[in-house]
């Protein structure tokens, strides 16, 4: 899978068509916050939506940076697996 990044987010796209996205904004104190997750109908229930997580959580790292998921996905995702505890930001 081909994830791209650009500023505010992490996508996949097809000859111009938004297949799956995860965007996120500057939060307080250096901080992203997740706040959108999007998987296409035709790539559900393929992994894609942790793949976009994996590669925010890496950038996050990468970046120092701590992530507050206000996606609803994302924050179940992030939340329910423990190698995610160091990139979350205290609430």
Same mark, same amino acid.
Request: glycine content about 6%.
């Given at each position: ?14 000859? $111009?068509?938004? %297949?799956? #996205?995860?965007?996120?904004?500057? /939060? ?5 916050? &997740?706040?959108? !997750? ?10 894609? $939506?942790?793949? %976009?997580? #994996?590669?925010?959580?890496?950038? /996050? ?5 701590? &992530?507050?998921? !206000? ?21």
């Amino acid at each position: 899978m081909d994830i791209k990044h650009e500023e505010g987010r992490f996508f996949v796209e097809d000859s $111009g068509n938004m %297949l799956a #996205e995860l965007s996120y904004v500057p /939060a307080s104190n250096g901080q992203m916050e &997740i706040n959108h !997750t999007y998987v296409d109908e035709q790539l559900r229930g393929q992994g894609v $939506g942790e793949q %976009l997580i #994996e590669e925010a959580v890496s950038y /996050a790292r990468q970046q120092n940076k701590k &992530i507050v998921p !206000t996606c609803s996905y994302a924050k179940s995702k992030l939340e329910e697996d423990s190698q995610y505890k160091d990139i979350l930001a205290k609430q």
